[in-house]
């Protein structure tokens, strides 16, 4: 049974209109998962992941008529189910081009002398010739950032479906953070947390997990053990019906010293404080900035990362980006992710920008206080 559209699709129309695009060619895993309102699982993922695949899927949103799919026979089947675009097109996998198809659909709607959205930076250069080549008249141009202005403002049927990624994540959380041991692996307990995440529904789920003593947090999760008073720092995405769920909860193993419950009342104050910040009409750059000084004029050394970002279908880092560049303003109906952290004190939470102050959409762990394991 073909699934409900939840994109913006008024937005969409209105940008379309007021940058003259006459029809968008999606390729990215967050365009073509947007507007196609499904997402592939596994193999079929990595290909859409890939620039270079052999079988790579597209849709072709014209901003009159209907929208058009472009896959292979592999990749044909989950759509005709899931997808609520109902004209899939099939082409040959590895003999024929998906872009040399598409180039014959935007013929047949009569747009091969308009103007097409393209992402220009997802297709490669070669895809990019092949497809202005087969397009000579037409405006071929790019659409990233349209297209990340489109998806930025949530329906409510999309803020519904991240509500329900959250919850999905904390439960495995809830389930799994309590148990850990000392004596356990970061590789046991990351495991667990993947296994309690797919079993409760989601679709995949990624991230990372350490000691507050491994000094490589972004290496993998390895054989190094838990002690107590060690800190579990946890950054995991988990996604249901493509979409994320995306926090990270402070974690320590056994009971806190009173110097571990003060340094994360510090932490914890300072995050809140800059979630507060996030109003509609702030510029991305002053959320990163906001948080960066309050951690500096704490005393702690150091610098944050990332403040935060925006989240959406198939990938959970989008735009607005909330790092010293950052050019866009906040608006309502955005939903970012918050986590202004120096080292291992992460904690993150996914919010609703509105009129009034930010909605949290996984209210179900309280950050009062740490977690506390063991």
């Given at each position: ?183 356990d692996t970061e590789r046991d307990v990351h495991s667990r947390i993947i296994e309690a995440c797919i079993r409760r529904g989601a679709n995949w789920a990624h991230g990372i997990l ?165």
């Amino acid at each position: 049974m073909a699934g409900k559209n939840i994109a913006n699709i008024e937005r969409l129309n209105k940008l379309m209109d007021e940058n003259g695009f006459s029809a968008v060619v999606a390729r990215s895993g967050k365009n073509f998962t947007y507007l196609a309102g499904f997402a592939y699982p596994g193999t079929l993922a990595r290909h859409l992941d890939f620039p270079d695949s052999p079988r790579g899927v597209l849709v072709v949103w014209p901003r009159q008529g209907d929208p058009v799919l472009v896959v292979n026979e592999i990749a044909a089947p989950l759509p005709r189910r899931d997808s609520w675009i109902e004209n899939i097109q099939v082409y040959d996998g590895y003999a024929e081009s998906p872009y040399a198809r598409t180039a014959d659909i935007l013929k047949e709607m009569g747009l091969e002398n308009k103007k097409i959205g393209a992402e220009k930076d997802y297709l490669s250069a070669l895809q990019w010739e092949e497809l202005t080549s087969l397009l000579p008249k037409a405006k071929v141009m790019d659409c990233t950032d349209m297209m990340d202005r489109v998806r930025w403002i949530k329906t409510s049927a999309e803020v519904e479906r991240l509500q329900k990624g959250a919850n999905l994540l904390d439960e495995a959380y809830l389930d799994v953070f309590p148990t850990v041991r000392p004596g356990d692996t970061e590789r046991d307990v990351h495991s667990r947390i993947i296994e309690a995440c797919i079993r409760r529904g989601a679709n995949w789920a990624h991230g990372i997990l350490n000691t507050s003593r491994n000094n490589v947090a972004y290496g993998g999760e390895g054989d190094m053990v838990f002690q107590s008073g060690d800190i579990i720092r946890n950054d995991y995405v988990s996604y249901l019906d493509g979409y994320p769920g995306h926090q990270s909860r402070t974690v320590v193993v056994g009971e806190p010293s009173r110097e571990l419950i003060e340094t994360y009342k510090i932490h914890r104050d300072i995050y809140r404080a800059t979630i507060d910040h996030c109003r509609p009409g702030v510029r991305a750059s002053d959320v990163y900035h906001f948080a960066n000084n309050a951690f500096n004029d704490a005393g702690i050394e150091g610098k944050v990362a990332l403040a935060g970002h925006g989240v959406g279908a198939w990938w959970h880092q989008q735009e607005p980006y909330m790092v010293p560049s950052g050019k866009h303003n906040l608006e309502k109906g955005m939903v970012v992710a918050l986590e202004p952290h120096i080292g291992h004190w992460h904690l993150q939470d996914m919010v609703l920008i509105t009129d009034d102050a930010p909605l949290l959409l996984s209210p179900l762990i309280n950050t009062d206080e740490m977690l506390v394991a063991g």
